[in-house]
């Protein structure tokens, strides 16, 4: 299969898109958060190629992300409770996942098998036309191999999946750098499944936040020990200077690296595209350093133990 690259402004980007997608087939576009491999998420073949191309696990779900916000009612049971409209009336469309109990119109494979569903709307505009001249939901995962560091830019998405998928769109670098916040609302309370961007400082504004811990069953994307992977071993430590003293050929990965400014959105959007750069140096490791777990920090801190847990 020829994949072919279009950029986001091209006169035929989004119509070719549609094309695909309505035929039954995956497009790599862009979202706020990292690039996804978006499939019509009501097509179950379509879906199943999503699984095919990346090589993911069938027993890991599907994030659905919505062509417009009425759509929230035709998928999942749950969603008029107050708290939920005072999370979407704030963080929709944006990069927070909402876990609710799903109706029957989702298929079992977007799910995994689990009686709910996590369902977000995009920000990006180029995401949100492409669902909304759609006409149907969109399930898109990270546009990368299964396990592999979520890609950023779509020259990373062709360097994982050339000749998998027909189309990806070129909408330039992500604004996030890190995946959607998860989030399961539970009697009056969240529980946090994934951290991203949107932190649990935020979301304590509207309710009790709680966190899973690493390992626990899985119930929404990105919740395995071990994800985000680079090829090269990986190590996350407070003492750089003593890794670098045991002879063997590292590459460094700190705040300063990410941002000289220290500031942690900054080093959030970095994060996969610098460590993807290192990856391609052939270090005998790769360090990074630990990170303070206030705010974003504690997504990204978050990222590199996944990505450690090899």
């Given at each position: 299969m ?6 986001a402004?091209?006169?035929n980007?989004?119509?070719?898109a549609v ?7 995956p ?16 097509n ?17 779900p ?46 079992d ?6 009686e ?6 995009s ?8 669902a ?13 191999r299964?396990g ?8 990373h998405?062709v ?6 998928i ?10 996030h750098g890190l ?14 499944l994934r ?10 504004e509207?309710?009790?936040v709680?966190?899973?811990r ?12 071990s ?21 063997k050929?590292?590459g460094?990965?700190?705040?300063v690296?990410?941002s000289?400014r ?17 990856d ?10 630990e ?20």
């Amino acid at each position: 299969m020829k994949t072919q690259v279009l950029d986001a402004a091209a006169a035929n980007a989004i119509a070719r898109a549609v094309e695909i997608l309505r035929g039954g087939d995956p497009v790599a576009l862009p979202t706020e958060t990292v690039y996804g491999l978006a499939a019509d998420a009501l097509n179950v073949d379509a879906v199943l190629k999503i699984f095919e191309a990346k090589e993911r696990p069938r027993f890991d779900p599907l994030i659905v992300h919505l062509p417009e916000r009425d759509w929230l009612e035709r998928l999942t049971t749950g969603s008029e409770t107050q708290l939920v409209r005072q999370l979407l009336d704030r963080f929709w469309p944006g990069p927070l996942t909402l876990v609710l109990p799903r109706r029957s119109i989702v298929p079992d494979v977007v799910t995994a098998g689990l009686e709910t569903v996590a369902v977000r709307m995009s920000a990006h505009p180029v995401f949100a036309q492409i669902a909304r001249e759609l006409g149907s939901p969109l399930a898109a995962p990270s546009a990368n191999r299964f396990g592999c560091i979520s890609p950023t830019e779509a020259k990373h998405v062709v360097s994982e999946l050339t000749g998998r998928i027909p189309l990806v769109i070129d909408g330039g670098a992500t604004t996030h750098g890190l995946e959607s916040t998860i989030v399961a609302p539970r009697n009056g309370a969240l529980y946090v499944l994934r951290h991203g961007p949107i932190t649990a400082e935020e979301l304590a504004e509207f309710a009790e936040v709680k966190t899973t811990r690493l390992g626990e069953r899985i119930e929404a994307p990105g919740q395995l020990p071990s994800h985000y992977a680079p090829r090269t071993p990986l190590t996350v430590t407070n003492d750089i200077c003593n890794v670098l003293q045991q002879g063997k050929r590292v590459g460094v990965l700190n705040f300063v690296s990410l941002s000289p400014r220290r500031d942690l959105r900054e080093a959030a959007a970095n994060l996969f595209r610098r460590l993807r750069e290192l990856d391609q140096e052939g270090y005998d490791l790769i360090v990074a350093e630990e990170f303070p777990e206030e705010g974003l920090g504690v997504a990204i801190m978050d990222r590199l133990r996944r990505a450690a847990a090899r």
